[in-house]
């Protein structure tokens, strides 16, 4: 399985991003698949996960703001972005996970490389 993630850029706070993730395989409808984030210096850490059946979870710090889909015609991902605040300053990366709605790293086994999303105040 390969991931592909991309779609980061420089925005200002209170602007929006999408970032897509496009997966290799044949059996992109059975993955569930997260985004996480790691600002300098700090942890990786969860933003959202999406199951293969299409249920969705979400780091209480981005509730309500980001907003994870799939597209299994495209194999692909999306984090939505919206209301962005420089706190949400990190390389966000995509990866798959075994488990439904996993929030921790080592529940996924396979990871993209980051893409960096950068918000100015």
């Known amino acids: 399985v390969q991931l592909q993630a991309s779609g980061g850029g420089l925005v200002q706070a209170g602007g929006s991003l999408r970032l897509s993730c496009a997966a290799s395989?044949?059996?992109?409808?059975?993955?569930?698949m997260g985004w996480f984030r790691q600002a300098p210096g700090k942890e990786r850490e969860f933003v959202a996960a999406?199951?293969?059946?299409?249920?969705?979870t979400y780091a209480d710090s981005v509730k309500g703001r980001f907003t994870i889909s799939r597209d299994n015609a495209k194999n692909t991902v999306y984090l939505q972005m919206d209301s962005l605040k420089p706190e949400d300053t990190a390389a966000y990366y995509c990866?798959?996970?075994?488990?439904?709605?996993?929030?921790?790293?080592?529940?996924?086994?396979?990871w993209g490389q980051g893409t960096l999303v950068t918000v100015s105040s």
């Open positions: 395989g044949r059996t992109f409808s059975s993955y569930n």
């Open positions: 999406i199951s293969w059946l299409g249920s969705t």
């Open positions: 990866a798959k996970s075994w488990a439904l709605l996993a929030m921790t790293p080592g529940q996924y086994d396979y």
